[in-house]
Nanobody
Framework: VQFVESGGGLVQPGGSLRLSCAAS????????MGWYRQAPDKQRELVAR???????NYADSVKGRFTISRDNAKNTVYLQMNSLQPEDTAVYYC?????????WGQGTQVTVSS
C-alpha cells in the first residue's frame, strides 16, 4: 500500500486548502483512513478519520473547520480545511487508522501565515 499526499501550500489566516491522498491497493474501501499532522517539535497527531462507509470523527482542534471525505472509486481521501489558523501549520499525512509505519508517505506541507 502506498499513500501520496498533495494540495498543501502557503495560505493566509482564514483561508482554505483542500488536501488529497491517493492510495494504491484494491481494498482501499475497507480501510479506516485518517489525516494526521506533525508540527515542528511536536508529535504527530490524528486530526480526522473516516470509515469505509463514511462515518467521520475529528480532533477538537479542527472540529467545525475541517471536513474529511473519501471517494472509494478513486481510491482517494480528501481533507477540506477552512478558517485556517497559524497553529494549523504542519506537514499533513494520510494513513490508515491505526497507522501502519510502512505506509507513511512524504506528506504535504501546510503553512498558514500572513
Amino acid at each position: 500500500v502506498q499513500f501520496v499526499e498533495s494540495g498543501g501550500g502557503l495560505v493566509q489566516p482564514g483561508g482554505s486548502l483542500r488536501l488529497s491522498c491517493a492510495a494504491s491497493g484494491s481494498i482501499f474501501r475497507l480501510y479506516v483512513m485518517g489525516w494526521y499532522r506533525q508540527a515542528p517539535d511536536k508529535q504527530r497527531e490524528l486530526v480526522a478519520r473516516i470509515t469505509g462507509g463514511g462515518m467521520t470523527n475529528y480532533a477538537d482542534s479542527v472540529k467545525g473547520r475541517f471536513t474529511i471525505s473519501r471517494d472509494n472509486a478513486k481510491n482517494t481521501v480528501y481533507l477540506q480545511m477552512n478558517s485556517l489558523q497559524p497553529e494549523d501549520t504542519a506537514v499533513y499525512y494520510c494513513n490508515t487508522v491505526p497507522s501502519v509505519p510502512d505506509y507513511w508517505g512524504q506528506g504535504t506541507q501546510v503553512t498558514v501565515s500572513s
